[in-house]
DNA sequence: AATGAATGAGAGTTCATTCAT
DNA sequence: AATGAATGAACTCTCATTCAT
């Protein structure tokens, strides 16, 4: 864990527009992913973190109020990266210049997040872990997923059905089957076989086409 | 919580063949589920678990060696449930005496699997939360599941793909796509709405459908 | 352990005079004196003096109302056994017919307690491992023996050192050197060496010898 | 107990060297003492050396990891003290310069072994108490004791036998003779009549003329 | 006489957090 | 900014003892 992680990396960034994180200060987010991702939050001891940091155990709380504050500064700036590609100010522009037809659109959606989800595992478990025990967690989620990304999400759909690329059912229904084919894949890829070799282009493939037959008019 | 949860009939059910449970000891199973399912096993204190119970925080310890041990009484039994539809002798003769076509095969086994979640909502729960936290967890469910499920279910897709009515593709990569649509109805359905209203019947329909458009040949 | 220890049949011989003892009496006192005498009595736990009785645990205090009481009931009737070569009415005639000579009253007496601590070796461990912590114990032991046995014990002494065979000092110096010396050969034996090859015979006579020289005038 | 205690400044000066206690660890390890050589080490109770110490209770498991780490922390350092006397380099040129004959060397040995025995007094009745319920005591103790102190001492055993001024008997055996007159001496000075009046001069003159009288030839 | 489920006090230990340095 | 000793509440678990059966 000597190399920076990659998630490390945007989190400093995202943190560095507003104030430095000083050099223990990374080393306790180091050490509180590891250890949130590895045990749970509430599994995990501060005590235990901060061994692994190298610093003393007071040093987490002159930086973070409380063991949560540590928790949600790790997972919440994730949440807006989350959402980052529905975050456009003009969605349906992007959607007619850069996707003529929904393999594309599928496509660039699944390939982006697969990179999301390799860079961000850790903070990702940790956020799904810890999701149903905290209510700020949640509503924060609420707020930003439900509001940005579905409405943008349901739009896409909409402009695809439109165009007769994707036959009529509920938008919810049509984004659920969806989500749930690439999140299965992102799971699988990540979590079920994280070692063992696997065609990543030919999976992709097989994951757009059965989405697409699914749900294209024959 | 004072009428009997279907879970707990199950799980007395599946203990009565060996010995009898006391009374309290039901009272603090049917505690434990309630409080591990909302705050995670980490988070419950067996004090708050005795307490809901209504018995000495002691009793708890001359059941259970261990708060462990209280958590894999719940969940263990509940797997060899969880494969129950599997765990058929002569598969491949149901497969086709019972189900002639793919659509009728999948409409079973989501409705089959829809009655299990709703019945053992809280505990597939905590046993999802709880999986990657223990070892002994994985490692039984990875025997039972591994060896057992993922063996017939490879068998039943090579069946239909053999009749002509599944494309041919890599049965991993078929039961993944599969498994996602059926989990991810799963989880929309009893995680995310709940309590909204929604037509079952339908959603089933939709979903079966899409799993078939999106693996049969056109 | 499944043959009848000697000291049993001497606390049940004891004990048999006033009230029979169950079965399940004498094997919670076969246990506890196993247990007692490995791991202390406040090391010990009631529940696993009933597991190794093969009894309830409530079975135990059907018999004796407290953990103490069991320990009393082991220990207490053993002080007794402890102090009987003295407690004869007429000591100083025993004294001239049997002993003519100093050697062989203190041969006697070794091998006396030699047989005693052999018989009764668990019983004595615990006894003086338990001596300090409980006022009862150190009480009845004050009254029988420094009572009865000193007493005794120093008109022995003045016995023979009226008859010229032990130089005069005072008769507790006396004691306390003639005591420890029998006492450290127990211990050794007992205690530090419980296995080796010794030739008690040899040791035994050893020690009279070194007493002998040590007390008589030259 | 507001005064420091003797073995305290030992104790503080063998640990000085590594490390520095806290004042609130020199007051656990005083309570400690107090406590355990009252009551056992079984017998005490953590919160109870806490309250004396007049630390919180968590203070004491900061600077030792068990309750057990806090028995072995005082007991296992007297260890080396007890057995100093014997840890001399050239033990056969010290016994020949200094100690022309038995009696002087007994004499030495008597009153040094006095002094250490009124200095570390309840820690050695905690040591004393421990060692049969410890298997690290015991094994540390054989360890030093058997290998340093048996063979120096044999050796100054065969050192008198061969000046004729100690009869020819086996060094264990003459080396029984002569612990148990002094252990006998010290269990009686501090354990059996700590209180009363006694001519500690006188008594250790019988004592050192007893096992004079009783191993050298006449 | 015997059981063993139940108890509740208290055991040893961990923990997030505070604070003087 | 950083330390680490100190805290005391809370934790899991053990224990001697009780009591209905």
């Known amino acids: 864990m000597s190399e920076i992680e990659p998630w490390l990396t945007e ?12 050099d223990k200060q990374i080393k306790i987010v180091q050490a509180a992913v590891e250890i949130f991702s590895e045990k749970g939050f509430a599994g995990s001891s501060t005590s235990e973190i901060a061994q692994k940091a190298g610093v003393a155990e007071g040093t987490i709380f002159r ?16 949440m807006s990266k989350l959402i980052a590609p529905f975050a456009v100010k003009d969605f349906t522009k992007v959607l007619e210049a850069d996707y003529p037809d929904v393999e594309q659109f599928l496509r660039a959606i ?24 905290h ?4 509503e924060q989620f609420k707020e930003t997923v439900a509001v940005l990304v579905l409405e943008k999400a349901y739009k896409a759909i909409r402009h695809f059905q439109k165009q ?14 969806i989500v749930s084919t690439i ?5 699988t890829r990540f979590l079920l076989v ?14 757009i086409k059965f989405i697409l037959y699914g749900l294209s008019p024959r």
């Open 164 to 177: 007769g690329q994707l036959i009529e059912l509920p938008e919810p229904t049509a984004m659920r089957l």
């Open 11 to 22: 989190l400093l960034r995202l943190n560095d527009e507003e104030e430095k994180m000083t």
């Open 110 to 133: 699944t390939i982006n997040r697969l990179e999301f989800a390799r860079k961000h595992f850790p903070i990702i478990k940790i956020f799904m872990h810890e999701i149903p025990f």
């Open 183 to 187: 999140m299965g894949f992102l799971i």
């Open 135 to 138: 209510n700020e967690l949640r």
């Open 63 to 78: 930086h973070y109020k409380t063991k949560k504050e540590l928790l949600l500064s790790i997972v919440a700036p994730m």
């Open 194 to 207: 994280p070692d063992s070799e696997w065609d990543e282009e030919e999976e992709i493939d097989y994951t």
